[in-house]
């Protein structure tokens, strides 16, 4: 059977650039308009065509006016945003072109352009590097750390540049799409209109919006595109054309020969499916005296499969951002000349679930294999996965760096600016709380006991407690480093004050572990301890269960158009109500490990593994709606490009001495180049 072609209005909303979706032509709003017209008028067909008379009075009609005066108003929003946007452009690229030239003299300058100013501390003293502009009146000037050497400050100051200028340059192709995209719907529409009117307006009137509209007949657009690779060539590619493209062009990979991130995918997932099969069964006829180290491996093979089981739910994530229209690419900072796909996390995940399931059938069938003494299997498992994410592997460094550079910025979080990236990867670090302990043991067991489990499950230490309480620890400091940036109470510390709650839950359940292996359960500090740990885990659910459907998703919005929700979906309807719902239940679930697991009523070890595997569902279903709600706020003000920093500022000749805090320009500067906001770099002079 051939598939059946997409229609227009669809492939208009899937192939339109999400931020600006707004500003494209209303192509189903003005095919209701049509439909109005065929419903008041006669319908022209290929037997029966429409008389003069019937022709007239369908010109003539009021449907037919009111469509064509809602597509001269299509027209004229579509001209104001492209103006718009042309004169964001052409801003731009001046104060680039500026840049360039200035780093040209700086490279043919000589060492005597650098010099420490004396007012300065020897301690705090910095390299500062200026260029002339005008002999009286100006300088460009950018400060670092006097430890870059020349070199290393004209290669950083050419990479930032590039980087400048490959984010401008994806902004005249979103451009370009743009215009052709809506180009390609006046045709469809007014062809559509001739259709079942049986007038003859497509070419008298898409002749018209040529001529009149600037997003048709305006070279400009043509022209910066030109004008900005010449740019590159010259200052950034040394007149290397080709180089140039290969920098600025985003590489179409929509058609492989072979899809072998595909293919790797479904043989490893096979492998995992078919494993886990054997592994049930292996487990339902296993003898427990062939396996004297089960209890702690089964924890440390619960603590390795958790973060593959989130690498593979987001990727399904990604792989719906993708379907939807929600870009996560620019949300998480990342290049999308070189970025990761849902087949790529896809893989990774796959590949490390079939290397988790075939450790664990070496570990069952260790008796009869004899390849590696059992209690060895989660360490050499562990071993390879740590080795797989070190080796630079191509194609997979752009993700990995991602990866590393967020998570630095998540432990300095008191230290360092915020995006979105970090508080979005630190919350899932919350959920993989279970991870954390388990690798906490793992690595215990190892190291100091490998006789017995218990010595490594002690709270009295207080190593585990600490361990529990980083995650929300480390989004609490986020919270402050972002009150501390703009201090405003709500929403940077009511956000804190949840994971402030989160950590008092933690401590007061390991105190109250403490007294019930220590004094019993019937001790009266051990049930006031149950009791204060049930109520702080009953107001953390609630308070978190509502920043996450109120402030997270947006939901429960007062001029929602469907019930509880938002007035603008991206995803359908049921997905939000399906989530609220899940979110409060798999909220609730610490009740099982207080009524269950706290009095040992089942197998608690199992019990923390569903626990923890339906902490890490439950985050699955809260990036759909989180990332879709910051997609939304980007959307309103038609943010789809990055704004990178620029290298040179202005600063009067009269100045000698530098003020303000490098460590905060350079700060600026980082989460600038990452995060998902624009950033005003037209500085005024000091």
Request: aromatic share 14%; charged share 25%.
């Amino acid at each position: 059977h051939a598939t059946p072609r997409m229609k227009f209005g669809d492939h208009l909303i899937r192939h339109s650039i999400p931020e600006w979706r707004e500003a494209y032509l209303s192509y189903k709003k003005l095919k209701k308009k049509i439909k109005a017209i065929k419903k008041a008028h006669h319908v022209p067909t290929v037997m029966n065509p429409l008389t003069a008379e019937q022709l007239e009075e369908t010109e003539n009609s009021e449907e037919e006016k009111a469509f064509q005066a809602f597509f001269d108003e299509e027209i004229q929003k579509i001209d104001h945003f492209f103006h718009e946007r042309l004169q964001e452009a052409n801003e731009r690229i001046k104060k680039l072109e500026v840049q360039l030239e200035h780093l040209q003299v700086l490279q043919q300058a000589g060492p005597d352009s650098f010099f420490q100013t004396e007012s300065m501390t020897e301690q705090s003293r910095r390299r500062t590097t200026l260029v002339t502009v005008d002999d009286s009146e100006s300088w460009f000037c950018v400060r670092w750390y006097h430890a870059y050497t020349r070199d290393k400050l004209l290669k950083k100051h050419v990479n930032q540049l590039k980087k400048a200028m490959k984010e401008y340059y994806r902004f005249l192709d979103l451009l370009v799409a743009f215009r052709l995209l809506n180009h390609t719907a006046c045709r469809k529409i007014l062809k559509k209109h001739d259709k079942y009117t049986g007038l003859k307006t497509l070419a008298p009137r898409l002749e018209a919006v040529e001529q009149t509209s600037l997003f048709f007949h305006d070279k400009t657009l043509d022209n910066l595109i030109t004008f900005t690779e010449r740019l590159y060539i010259r200052y950034l590619a040394k007149g290397e054309r080709a180089v140039a493209m290969r920098d600025l062009r985003i590489p179409d990979t929509r058609f492989q020969a072979v899809d072998w991130d595909t293919m790797i995918s479904g043989i490893a997932m096979g492998i995992f499916f078919l494993s886990v099969v054997f592994v049930i069964g292996a487990v339902a006829q296993a003898d427990s005296t062939n396996y004297p180290h089960a209890t702690p491996v089964f924890a440390m093979y619960r603590g390795l499969l958790l973060p593959i089981l989130a690498i593979i739910l987001v990727a399904i994530n990604v792989y719906y951002w993708k379907k939807y229209g929600v870009n996560y690419v620019f949300i998480f900072g990342m290049d999308p000349r070189d970025t990761y796909t849902y087949l790529d996390m896809l893989k990774v995940g796959a590949v490390l679930a079939a290397l988790w399931s075939l450790s664990v059938q070496m570990y069952l069938f260790e008796h009869v294999l004899h390849l590696v003494h059992d209690f060895w299997n989660p360490l050499v498992l562990a071993a390879t996965i740590v080795l797989l994410f070190l080796i630079p592997f191509q194609g997979a460094t752009a993700g990995r760096k991602w990866l590393f550079r967020t998570l630095g910025r998540i432990v300095s979080a008191p230290f360092r600016k915020v995006l979105f990236q970090d508080f979005w990867l630190a919350d899932q670090l919350t959920s993989l709380n279970v991870f954390f302990l388990d690798m906490e043991f793992f690595i215990c067991f190892y190291i100091f006991s490998r006789d017995t489990a218990k010595p490594c499950l002690d709270t009295s230490n207080g190593i585990r407690p600490i361990i529990s309480a980083l995650p929300p620890l480390w989004r609490l400091l986020q919270c402050v480093r972002r009150y501390r940036d703009a201090p405003k109470i709500h929403p940077h510390l009511t956000n804190a004050l949840k994971y402030f709650s989160g950590i008092i839950v933690v401590l007061l359940s390991s105190l109250a572990a403490r007294y019930r292996d220590q004094e019993g359960f019937s001790d009266t500090r051990t049930i006031v301890l149950v009791a204060l740990w049930s109520f702080a885990a009953l107001c953390n659910t609630l308070y978190s269960f509502w920043w996450d459907v109120i402030m997270d998703w947006g939901l429960f919005a007062n001029d929602a158009k469907h019930r509880f929700l938002r007035p603008v979906i991206t995803y359908p309807r049921r997905l939000y109500y399906f989530a609220i719902v899940n979110d409060f239940l798999c909220r609730c679930l610490w009740t099982l490990s207080l009524s269950v697991g706290f009095y040992n009523v089942w197998f608690t070890d199992g019990l923390v593994a569903l626990l923890g595997a339906a902490e890490v569902y439950r985050r699955f279903m809260w990036n759909f709606l989180r990332l879709e709600n910051e997609h939304l706020n980007n959307c309103g003000q038609f943010r789809a490009t990055r704004e990178v920093p620029l290298v040179f500022e202005y600063l009067p000749s009269s100045a000698v001495e530098f003020g303000g805090d490098d460590d905060e320009e350079e700060e600026d500067a980082e989460a600038a180049d990452q995060n998902n906001g624009w950033t005003d770099i037209t500085r005024e002079p000091v």
